[in-house]
């Protein structure tokens, strides 16, 4: 049976105006984040209005000491290592060569590996993983499916619709969502994981659990 938390409705949609920053303010943020390497963005995440459930409690509860775990979109494996303690395999995938070089070389865990694959075909045998991951990254459905295991389970957050809605509108771009569509569209790409949302096998998911979308309604 498959779960998905469900998202509270005062997360779904904003209601109240948004700020919109002046240029000179994102400059200053722009220059207060610094260098990033590999992939983590923590130091510039948004503070969402409405946040229903929390990521590193629901990976860590999703874990165990035999666990075999994937993070798919791992970056450079910044909040991946993180993790490292509470399973006894794991494997970030990345498709970009050098944030999975990044995640090599700074890689010190006895039980982490890394290496550069696409989401959209997963050299991983048939339900051999207890646990998938997905950060703010593109995902397969079919996919995570084939590759866990029966009653594994896989936790996913993304992006809204909405999401850091006062810089798009400070850019006038729109939103989130139209802008990685038209550009996901003119570069002919794999849809984003939120436009896959009740693509999912139904019943008879081997007892697999999908756990959650944060904040406000999927993409459409």
């Known amino acids: 049976m498959t779960q998905l938390l469900s998202v509270p409705p005062t997360a779904r949609a904003f209601q109240r105006p948004i700020a919109v920053p002046t240029r000179a303010e994102l400059v200053a943020i722009y220059g207060a984040v610094g260098e990033i390497e590999g992939w983590d963005f923590r130091g510039a995440e948004p503070v969402p209005e409405t946040e229903p459930w929390d990521w590193d409690l629901e990976v860590r509860a999703a874990c165990s000491p035999g666990a075999r775990v994937l993070d798919v979109g791992t970056g450079g494996g910044e ?10 395999l794991g494997l970030g995938v990345d498709h970009d060569e050098e944030r999975i070089r990044v995640a090599q070389r700074n890689a010190g865990e006895a039980n982490l590996r890394f290496g550069v694959m696409e989401a ?21 459905p079919a996919e995570v499916y084939r590759v866990l295991r029966p009653g594994g389970v896989f936790v996913t957050l993304q992006m809204a619709d909405r999401d850091t809605q006062n810089v798009f509108d400070a850019f006038g771009w729109g939103s989130y ?19 896959c949302r009740g693509r999912l096998p139904g019943p008879g998911l081997r007892g697999n659990t999908l756990r959650g979308v944060r904040r406000a309604a999927a993409l459409r």
């Open 79 to 88: 909040v991946f290592r993180e993790y490292a303690d509470v399973f006894e």
């Open 177 to 195: 969502g139209t802008f990685w569509r038209s550009l996901r569209i003119e570069r002919n790409a794999l849809p984003h994981v939120a436009g």
């Open 120 to 140: 959209a075909m997963l050299a991983v045998r048939d339900a051999s993983l207890d646990l998938v991951l997905a950060r703010c990254a593109d995902y397969n």
